[in-house]
Nanobody
């Protein structure tokens, strides 16, 4: 099992910045990728950004140029969010993926952007 603990959410005004962190522990060997997803009220969970162990990144079109995903050698992944918009308001979930099909999720952290 993999445990994921998120931190860094909160309330910010439009145009502001937040940095989310997610620390992985447990059976972290063979994790192929980590990332962030978000879910707004009444909407489906959607991908925000992912990063592989090789450093390859992928972003949703809606956050490109504003958000940056990174990871350190201690199995912590970060999401730097700049230029936040009210439509970025959601619960943000950390995800870890082990091939071929194992997904692990954090408990979620609330991000609220006021206009």
């Amino acid at each position: 099992q993999v445990q994921l603990v998120e931190s860094g959410g909160g309330l910010v005004q439009a145009g502001g910045s937040l940095r989310l962190s997610c620390a992985a522990s447990g059976s972290i060997f063979s994790i192929n990728a980590m990332g962030w997803y978000r879910q707004a009220p009444g909407k489906q969970r959607e991908l925000v950004a992912t990063i592989t162990t090789g450093g390859n990144t992928n972003y949703a079109d809606s956050v490109k140029g504003r958000f940056t995903i990174s990871r350190d050698n201690a199995n912590t992944v970060y999401l730097q969010m700049n230029g936040l918009k009210p439509e970025d308001t959601a619960v943000y979930y950390c995800n870890a993926f082990k091939p071929p099909w194992s997904h692990y999720w954090g408990q979620g952290t609330q991000v609220t952007v006021s206009s």
